[in-house]
T-cell receptor, first 117, second 112 residues
Framework: AQTVTQSQPEMSVQEAETVTLSCTYDTSESDYYLFWYKQPPSRQMILVIRQEAYKQQNATENRFSVNFQKAAKSFSLKISDSQLGDAAMYFCAYRRYSGGGADGLTFGKGTHLIIQP | AAGVIQSPRHLIKEKRETATLKCYPIPRHDTVYWYQQGPGQDPQFLISFYEKMQSDKGSIPDRFSAQQFSDYHSELNMSSLELGDSALYFC???????????FGPGTRLTVL
């Protein structure tokens, strides 16, 4: 079974600074997807960024970027110019690729990100 | 843009009662997933449906069942409720199976 590990239960960063959240995963699959989801106090799960394992280029979405190291099975999220609205629980998630199937996500335990004004 | 709709948003039940949660996917999405998130925990995958057929199964208790209907909405039926079933239940939808999953706002179930 696949496992996702987030080793930082909590991180704190000053507003406007950069922070990196860590995620490692364990899988025997060669094709899969990785995601970062954000869960603010409203508890809504919001997609931040997605990475396909077959793509060598790291995904970027505005202030959010990832460092995907397939051989090391590492998938970190970098948030640049942190804003107060970025404060949330961040979950790293893995999904295997099974052709046309609808496989569920495996989540890490989450990292609580605090933004200090 | 239209999002995933879940109803009800809040539900309070007694032990041993039955609950039904409903999920309406984003228009033109044909795949639905159910997740359970206990207090202070990460979401746990329960079950998914693609084109009205069960596709993947996670840690769903035998007391729970689900189905997807012809209009692609889905219902999660939970029987013989236990205190430990108190959680936030998310539905997510995607198009064409393995696409990105978009989550609904969740249904908060409290079992007394």
């Amino acid at each position: 079974a696949q496992t996702v590990t987030q080793s930082q239960p909590e991180m704190s960063v000053q507003e406007a600074e950069t922070v990196t959240l860590s995620c490692t995963y364990d899988t025997s699959e060669s094709d899969y997807y990785l995601f970062w989801y954000k869960q603010p106090p409203s508890r809504q799960m919001i997609l931040v960024i997605r990475q396909e394992a077959y793509k060598q280029q790291n995904a970027t979405e505005n202030r959010f970027s990832v460092n995907f190291q397939k051989a090391a099975k590492s998938f970190s999220l970098k948030i640049s110019d942190s804003q107060l609205g970025d404060a949330a629980m961040y979950f790293c998630a893995y999904r295997r690729y099974s052709g046309g199937g609808a496989d569920g996500l495996t989540f890490g335990k989450g990292t609580h990100l605090i933004i200090q004004p | 843009a239209a999002g995933v709709i879940q109803s009800p948003r809040h539900l309070i039940k007694e032990k041993r009662e039955t609950a039904t949660l409903k999920c309406y996917p984003i228009p033109r999405h044909d795949t639905v997933y159910w997740y359970q998130q206990g207090p202070g925990q990460d979401p746990q995958f329960l079950i998914s449906f693609y084109e009205k057929m069960q596709s993947d199964k996670g840690s769903i208790p035998d007391r729970f069942s689900a189905q997807q209907f012809s209009d692609y909405h889905s219902e999660l039926n939970m029987s013989s409720l236990e205190l430990g079933d108190s959680a936030l239940y998310f539905c997510a939808s995607s198009s064409q199976g393995p696409d990105t999953q978009y989550f609904g706002p969740g249904t908060r179930l409290t079992v007394l």
